[in-house]
């Protein structure tokens, strides 16, 4: 895929999400100690406790700067201060909304990987983003034969060599933003369902094997967040456009 890197352009002084839109957001986590310190002081006690269980600093550092900026994001649509909002999560582990801004019809979701981090943002319909650092050192054909389904495996074994991480990392990331968009975790299994993943084949959900109108309820796209990475956002829905957004140090954490 032919990077593109226009798309992502600075937000607009006032911020609206209509329904039939969807927000995508970059961020780079990396950033200056004073911005660290901002995002840090901006969590509540149990981010940072969680923050605190991480065994290396570096990614410690980069969970507080990647919930920070999600802070820093929402604060934008609801007129608020980062540190106004509270988060409940899901039996598996999803964050939404709760406290006074629990009927905002806000729906978000989260991703890091190495030094990026990636939001999507919708009104009143389910999303899931995943975003990945490609690694070329993993056995690729061993863990699709143990999680991808039969027809994906196979696929990925009919792509050349070194195209394969790539492949690889693009079905993961299309699979793990459908079952976020689900908001199941790995409770539903990712042999489940299916999803493309041949080069140059867009993001599709091709098959649900428990109900086969399942994948018609939700749409796949990829996401071209720069070389050396596989990112995806799941929707529910089709009647939608994306928007891409870059966080920048203005941002309020």
């Known amino acids: 895929m032919q990077s593109n890197y226009s ?32 995002a840090e002081k901006s969590l509540s006690s149990d981010e940072r406790a969680k923050a605190d269980r991480f065994f290396f600093e570096r990614d410690r550092h980069r969970f507080i700067v990647a919930r920070g900026f999600l802070r820093g994001i929402l604060s934008l649509y609801l007129n ?7 988060f409940s999560y899901s039996e598996y582990g999803k964050p939404f909304l709760a406290g006074r801004h629990a009927d ?5 979701n989260l991703a890091h990987s190495a030094k990026l981090a990636l939001y999507g943002i919708t009104l009143r319909r389910a999303i899931g983003v995943d975003l990945e650092r490609i690694r070329h050192e993993f056995d690729t054909v061993e863990i699709a034969r143990t999680f991808f389904s039969a027809g994906e495996s196979s696929r990925l074994l009919s792509i050349p060599t070194n195209a394969r991480a790539k ?12 079952i976020k968009a689900k908001g199941m975790g790995l409770s539903l299994p ?4 299916d999803v ?28 071209d967040v720069g070389p050396g990475y596989a990112a995806s ?14 966080v920048s140090s203005e941002i309020p954490v």
């Open 7 to 38: 798309i992502w352009n600075s937000p607009p002084a006032n911020l609206v999400l209509a329904r039939n839109e969807v927000h995508i957001w970059r961020a780079t986590v990396e950033v200056t100690p004073e911005v660290a310190a901002r």
């Open 80 to 86: 608020c201060t980062p540190t106004d909002l509270h």
């Open 104 to 108: 905002s019809d806000l729906n978000f």
């Open 167 to 178: 492949a690889f990392f693009d079905c993961w990331t299309r699979k793990e933003a459908f």
């Open 190 to 193: 990712l042999d489940q369902f």
């Open 196 to 223: 493309s993943l041949s080069p140059g084949e867009p993001a599709l959900l091709l098959q649900t094997r428990w109900d086969a109108n399942e994948r018609l309820r939700w749409s796949l796209r990829a996401i």
């Open 233 to 246: 956002v799941a929707v529910e829905g089709h009647d939608w456009q994306p928007s891409y957004w870059q």
